[in-house]
């Protein structure tokens, strides 16, 4: 059974710093590219980072470019999200999602809510 948990969310001022985690079970992890997707009310999920298998390759939206950074651990099955300069429309509900072959298959985790004060 695939799961995906997602941690590390919270409240902090504009400027400050948070590391996301995701922990990942079911599937083997070091094949698979992983990203990580944001939520804010009223508004349609959107991507925001994604890494391949192998952490070779990186991809950000570009309103996070320069401030977030996406890394992997494959020996611990888990995949990060190091934010900083968080700026209040980086508020959000934060997901991990995995895709999974044959499939298409999507996975989600369950959200983390980040919420950045002014």
């Known amino acids: 059974q695939v799961q995906l948990v997602e941690s590390g969310g919270g409240l902090v001022h504009s400027g400050g710093s948070l590391r996301l985690s995701c922990a990942a079970s079911g599937f083997i992890f070091r094949t698979n590219g992983m990203s990580w997707y944001r939520q804010a009310p009223g508004k349609e999920r959107e991507l925001v980072a994604g890494?391949?298998?192998?952490?070779?390759?990186?991809t950000y939206a570009d309103s996070v470019k320069g401030r977030f950074t996406i890394s992997r651990d494959n020996a611990k099955n888990t995949v990060y999200l190091q934010m900083n300069s968080l700026q209040p429309e980086d508020t959000a509900v934060y997901y991990c999602?995995?895709?999974?072959?044959?499939?298409?298959?999507?996975?989600w985790g369950q959200g983390t809510q980040v919420t950045v004060s002014s």
């Open positions: 890494i391949s298998a192998t952490g070779g390759t990186t």
């Open positions: 999602k995995a895709v999974l072959f044959p499939g298409p298959r999507h996975y």
